[in-house]
């Protein structure tokens, strides 16, 4: 988890995969370089920052070496994270929730759907694919919902466990995109600061 306090009044992510060791440590770890290199008044408006899986398969186990190798290689140091299991109070206490895939989308939306939560209730959380954010749309595989709709939207995130090194080079090229794209996407809409980083009154 990030070293920043989250309060109410500050912007909270959560980076979820399968077994959060390959894909959302990644996105957990490039996120927090991007918010280092803000300027103050922007960096202080992010809380919590951390990741977790769908699954419990690997709790607390760091990142897939792998995962830490492309980070270091792109001059991302000093990464910690332990992998946990998604719990129902995160949806109350992270404002955005970010799914790598569609699976994990539908995984995150079933867990919703148990707790009764239906949106424009309490619930704190916005659920989307974490490529939603500076990514191509769909991929060209977006499923329908029940009504004929898309059911989820932008660009997923492959798991690259099974393959090879530049599965998780491709991991890292996605998330830095999203990263920038989701600080500048949320920073816009912030009514405390603009987007230079300038306090507004």
Not at 65 to 82: A, D, K, N, P, Q
Request: glycine share 12%.
């Amino acid at each position: 988890m990030s070293e920043t306090t989250g309060f109410k009044d500050k912007i909270n992510v959560l980076f979820v995969c399968l077994g959060n060791i390959c894909r959302s440590p990644m996105a957990h770890g490039v996120f927090l370089h991007h918010l280092s290199s803000l300027p103050p008044s922007q960096r202080s408006r992010f809380g919590v920052i951390d990741s977790c899986g769908t699954g419990a398969y690997h709790t607390h186990e760091p990142p897939d070496y792998r995962t830490m190798s492309v980070l270091e290689s792109h001059e991302i140091t000093g990464f910690e994270h332990g992998a946990r299991k998604i719990r129902t109070r995160d949806f109350e206490e992270f404002d955005y929730i970010l799914g790598m895939d569609g699976m994990n989308l539908s995984d995150l939306r079933r867990l919703e759907q148990r707790r009764g939560l239906v949106e424009g209730d309490t619930q704190r959380a916005k659920v989307s694919l974490f490529g939603k954010f500076g990514g191509k749309q769909s991929n060209g595989r977006g499923r329908r919902g029940a009504d004929g709709g898309q059911d989820w939207d932008g660009e997923e995130v492959i798991d690259p466990y099974y393959g090879g090194d530049e599965g998780f080079e491709e991991v890292f090229e996605q998330v830095d995109r999203f990263s920038k794209a989701f600080i500048q996407e949320v920073l816009k809409d912030d009514k405390t600061t603009d987007v230079n980083g300038a306090d507004k009154i």
